[in-house]
Each structure stands twice: as structure tokens, then as C-alpha cells.
């Protein structure tokens, strides 16, 4: 019970080495590609990559342990689609015609930002004053890194657009982690499909140019790895972790990004982004070694998700139900105390 959610923080810091690499990549795309269409082929490469997935596991018989969707979580899939899935891509790749690119991977660490104020403030997701720590550390980071290189970042229109793209996936990440319990592979698929339809429909209607088609597969190769199994990653961190302290580690992604940038365009590192990397890492630190444990009671609640046997599943099993499965179930009342993240189980009121 006192273990730390080691696995979900490994979890969101794969989501985000993969999500980081999307930002200069994009960039360089954007040289053959308009914004509205690579926003629609990065969604469908993330949609097609997973449809695959499962396609192959069905094929090879593998069991299914996670909960489907209903009906109730239609809503926050909808909001979650058309805030992180069309919005915000499109708001990005715009503003990222005319910003540098390390300066728009930097800004980026705002969505752990957007996230945890979204979270605390209208979710109601408890945040402890070490995490608050943490994310402050992490947030600053990318503020640091903002102030390099002789003056060219400023409130320009594309550092605004990259600030309402970042608010826009904070949005998005609160909503995903209302059903965060549900299959991840099942809702990024959706997401995918749903945005990048809903953006190619946009692109043919303003009449916007088809790339090439090694620029097309080339953009579709991007969305499967950095806005697919980034994302699934990211689902699956945020059951064990709350959307606030995964939007946290998120934030690394920003890091990634830059350190690529720098590589690939000419743009040069200082002294600011090593003073960052300090300041991300302290994050980290503060987040890894974190412990909220306090007296609480679980109310009753019947819900079906991914689980395995544990003191918050101790109800009834079949013989073969031994290992990780999804069924719907039913948790007794139940007060106690021990470590604990804001997880699935663990969305109670704090004073």
C-alpha cells in the first residue's frame, strides 16, 4: 500500500521523450505541408496506428483486460476531441510557421501549467504544496528557457497561439481523465479518427493542397508514434498519477523538444537552458519522492475498469481472473489510511 506509482511516472515521462520529438519534426514538415492538413494526418497516423494494433491482437486471439466505453462518457471523449484533438493542433501548427522552433518547444511546458490550474481549480483534483513545488520548478524551466538567445521571444501572435494550444490540451487532459479508467488504446483511437476527420474535412473545405505522398506517409509515421502511443501512455499514467502530476512530467516534454531543435536547426544552447535542465530535474525529484498519506474513506461506487486483486478489489473473482482484467464491479465503503496519488480510487475532497 505505501508504494510509490513508480510505473505510471515512467509511463508519463515515455509520453513525453515522445510528444517533445513532435514539435521540430512538425517544423520541418510544415515545409511541405499546410497547417490544417498535417494537423489532420498527424491524428489519423495516432487513429490508423492503434486501429491496427488492436486488429492485430483480436487476430492473435490476445485477451482484452481493459473497460469498454459507454454511453455516460461520450461527453467528455466529444470535449476532449474537439479541444486537443482540432483546436489545438491547428491553433499550434499556425503559430508554429512564425516561431522558432526551440522557442514553441519551450512554450509548450505551459500545458503542465494549463493542466494543473484546470485541475485544482475546476476538477477539484487535490494538489499538496510538494507537488505544487514541482510544477512550479517545472513550469519555470520553460519560462528560463523563453528569455534565451537576444530577445526574439516575446507576446508576438505565434507565442500567443502556442499559449491557447497549451490551454487548450490542459483542457483536453482534464477531460481524458474523467475516463482515464476506460481502454486507452480504444479512446486515443477514437480521438485520432474523430480530429483528424473533422480536420481534413476543414482542409477540403478551404480548399488547401494535398501534400506529396512521401510527406504524407511521413506525417502520418509522426502522429502514430508522438501523438499516439504518446498519448496512450499519457491515459494510462494519469489512473495511477491524476491529470496534475502527469501534466507535471509531461512538462519534460518541452526539454526534449529544444535539445532536438538545437540540434537540427541553427539555433544555439546557453547557460539559461542548462539552468533549466536544474530546474527540471529538481521537478522530478520533487514529484518521484512525494507522499500524500492522510485518513479517507472510499464511498460506494460501482464502476468498471483495467484492475488486478488488491485491498480496493477484493470483491468476488472467477478462477481464471487472476492476473490484470476488467469487469464491472462493485467497491463497499471503506476508510483507512496510507500513501496515495489522486488516481481512480483516490478523487475524495481535501481541506
Not at 60 to 69: F, M
Request: hydrophobic letters at 50%.
Amino acid at each position: 500500500m505505501s508504494r510509490r506509482p513508480v510505473r505510471p511516472m515512467i509511463q508519463a515521462l515515455l509520453a513525453a521523450l515522445l510528444f517533445g520529438a513532435s514539435t521540430p519534426a512538425a517544423k520541418l514538415l510544415l515545409g511541405e505541408i499546410e497547417p490544417v492538413p498535417l494537423s489532420a494526418l498527424l491524428y489519423l497516423g495516432s487513429g490508423l496506428g492503434l486501429l491496427t494494433t488492436q486488429a492485430m491482437r483480436r487476430l492473435n486471439g490476445g485477451p482484452t483486460t481493459e473497460a469498454p466505453l459507454d454511453r455516460r462518457d461520450l461527453p467528455w471523449l466529444i470535449g476532449a476531441v474537439m479541444a486537443g484533438g482540432v483546436a489545438a493542433p491547428i491553433v499550434l501548427l499556425f503559430s508554429l510557421r512564425v516561431t522558432p522552433a526551440a522557442t514553441a518547444s519551450l512554450l509548450l511546458t505551459f500545458e503542465g501549467g494549463a493542466t494543473t490550474l484546470l485541475a485544482a481549480l475546476v476538477f477539484r483534483e487535490a494538489i499538496g504544496r510538494r507537488a505544487w513545488l514541482a510544477i512550479t520548478a517545472i513550469t519555470s524551466a520553460g519560462v528560463v528557457l523563453t528569455l534565451n538567445e537576444g530577445g526574439e521571444w516575446g507576446l508576438a501572435p505565434g507565442a500567443v497561439g502556442v499559449l491557447v494550444a497549451c490551454t487548450l490540451w490542459g483542457l483536453d487532459n482534464n477531460l481524458t481523465r474523467q475516463i482515464s479508467a476506460k481502454n486507452p488504446l480504444t479512446i486515443v483511437t477514437v480521438k485520432g479518427l474523430a480530429a483528424g476527420a473533422l480536420s481534413l474535412a476543414l482542409a477540403w473545405t478551404l480548399d488547401m493542397s494535398w501534400p506529396a505522398p512521401t510527406a504524407t506517409l511521413a506525417a502520418l509515421a509522426l502522429g502514430s508514434v508522438s501523438y499516439g502511443a504518446s498519448v496512450v501512455l499519457f491515459v494510462r499514467a494519469m489512473r495511477g498519477l491524476g491529470a496534475s502530476r502527469t501534466g507535471a512530467i509531461y512538462g519534460t516534454a518541452p526539454f526534449v523538444g529544444a535539445v532536438i531543435s538545437f540540434l537540427v536547426f541553427p539555433e544555439s544552447p546557453g547557460v539559461l537552458l542548462l539552468l533549466a535542465f536544474v530546474l527540471m530535474a529538481a521537478g522530478m525529484a520533487l514529484l518521484a519522492g512525494e507522499e500524500h498519506a492522510h485518513h479517507h474513506v472510499h464511498a460506494a461506487v460501482a464502476h468498471d475498469h483495467h484492475h488486478e486483486h488488491s485491498p480496493h478489489h477484493a470483491h468476488p473473482h472467477a478462477a481464471d481472473e487472476s492476473g490484470p482484467h476488467a469487469h464491472p464491479h462493485y467497491h463497499n465503503p471503506l476508510a483507512h489510511e496510507h500513501p496515495h496519488a489522486p488516481d481512480i480510487h483516490h478523487r475524495h475532497e481535501h481541506s
